[in-house]
């Protein structure tokens, strides 16, 4: 979802956030919900739903004017009921892909925790291996992407969450195993929904 995420907030008019990059964040300043999530963290441990719904929540009221794109939120139906009581939520894309899949190029995935940039060990992999190409800083793999936590992942009750949004008419599904194969349709769909950047601008990214 990361690929399709920066396709489609380079082709249209939307603020992306990701779950895991605001508890990141809250962790590197050392606020009271990143000491908090990097406990559960330590243990194993998803962290929970409160935490979770708690920094989405609080980032959102600062971009009240502006459309944003959720990266990994909500996973469960309690996340869902919160950020629903909020917020109105226009469109949600559910990925169809074999979760094999899915497992094997999240756990080659690394980044550099200073500035975000992401590396796949299989199709496009740092100069240097285990450091970032620009800083030569070395960078490591997110929590959500170990194997173990992935694992654990899962095995979380998504269908729930998808019957959740199903009914309110706002769920749309993309099958597929590769990006290029699935953002056409995803492209076509949100031209109708998401005002563009670059109304003239092709499909290709």
Known sequence: MHTLALRITKHFRLKKFSSWDLIRENMLRDTEIGVLAKVFMDQGKLIPDDVMTRVTLHQLKNFSQESWLLCGFPRTLRQAEALDRVYQIHL???????????????????????????????????????????????FVQREDDRPETLAKHWVLPTKPVLEYYRKKGVLETFSGTETNEIWPCMHALLQTKVPQIDPKASVIP
């Open 92 to 138: 949600v894309l559910n990925l169809n892909v074999p979760s094999e899949v899915i497992q094997q190029r999240l756990s080659a995935r690394w980044i550099h925790p200073g500035s975000g940039r992401v590396y796949n060990l299989e199709f496009k992999p740092p100069k240097v291996v285990g450091v970032d190409d620009l800083t030569g800083e070395p």
